[in-house]
C-alpha cells in the first residue's frame, strides 16, 4: 500500500520559514515526478514546485526564490523548504508521486502564516 505522509506545518509569522517533509512508503521514489501542491480556502489547489528523477526542480512564480523543493531517494523522502513565507502561503500542502501517468497524494499539511 502505497503511503504518502506530510508533516512539519505549523503556524508561523510572515517573513518566518517552515520546511515541510513528505514520507513515502510501498513506494520508491527515486524514479516518480515528485510535486508539491497547496490549496487555500475557497480556492482551486495548485501546483507550486516539482523535482524529477534527476534533481531539476520547477517553482510557480508567486514561490520563486522563496521556496527550495529537495529529495532524499536513500530516505525515500521529499523536502519543502519555505523562507520569507507570506500570508498568502496559508494553505494545505500536498506532497504528490507520479510515474507512468499514476498519482499517489499525501494527506495534506497545513501551513498558517498569520501574525
Known amino acids: 500500500q502505497v503511503q504518502l505522509v506530510e508533516s512539519g506545518g505549523g503556524l508561523v509569522q510572515p517573513g518566518g520559514s517552515l520546511r515541510l517533509s513528505c514520507a513515502a512508503s510501498g513506494v520508491t521514489i527515486s524514479t516518480y515526478v515528485m510535486y508539491w501542491y497547496r490549496q487555500a480556502p475557497g480556492k482551486e489547489r495548485e501546483l507550486v514546485a516539482t523535482?524529477?528523477?534527476?534533481?531539476?526542480?520547477d517553482y510557480a512564480s508567486s514561490v520563486k526564490g522563496r521556496f527550495t523543493i529537495s529529495r532524499d531517494n536513500t530516505k525515500n523522502m521529499v523536502y519543502l523548504q519555505m523562507n520569507s513565507l507570506k500570508l498568502e502561503d496559508t494553505a494545505v500542502y500536498y506532497c504528490k508521486a507520479v510515474r507512468f501517468g499514476v498519482s499517489f497524494w499525501g494527506q495534506g499539511t497545513q501551513v498558517t502564516v498569520s501574525s
Open positions: 523535482i524529477n528523477p534527476g534533481g531539476s526542480t
